[in-house]
């Protein structure tokens, strides 16, 4: 079993920098990838970033590719979504999760955590 729990999350203005974290608890964390996905009202969930359990690789969606950097820190049990250049698209609550590999398939992610909300303004 794995929970988390996300933070970070909160307003800023359009081209600026926000910080996400996933803080997991169980001893297991670092045999589990995670992904990071969103979702916008009236938009389905989508995928924003995946890193692989050792760290070693990640995986970015379209939409954040080259703005965005995901992270993690296996001591604090701990993923991070380190967000640049934000635009008012980019609001939605930002989920993590957690799966046996670093899926872009939100259907293949086990656990969940509740989500942070990102607002941008314009």
């Known amino acids: 079993q794995v929970q988390l729990a996300e933070s970070g999350g909160g307003l800023v203005q359009a081209g600026g920098s926000l910080r996400l974290s996933c803080a997991a608890s169980?001893?297991?964390?670092?045999?589990?990838?995670v992904g990071w996905f969103r979702q916008a009202p009236g938009k389905e969930r989508e995928f924003v970033a995946a890193i692989t359990g050792s760290g070693l690789s990640t995986y970015y969606g379209d939409s954040v590719k080259g703005r965005s950097t995901i992270s993690r820190d296996n001591v604090k049990n701990t993923v991070y979504l380190q967000m640049n250049s934000l635009k008012p698209e980019d609001t939605a609550v930002y989920y993590c999760a957690a799966a046996t590999g670093p899926y872009s398939d939100r259907l293949r992610y086990d656990y969940w955590g509740q989500g942070t909300q990102v607002t941008v303004s314009s």
């Open positions: 169980g001893r297991t964390f670092s045999r589990y990838a």
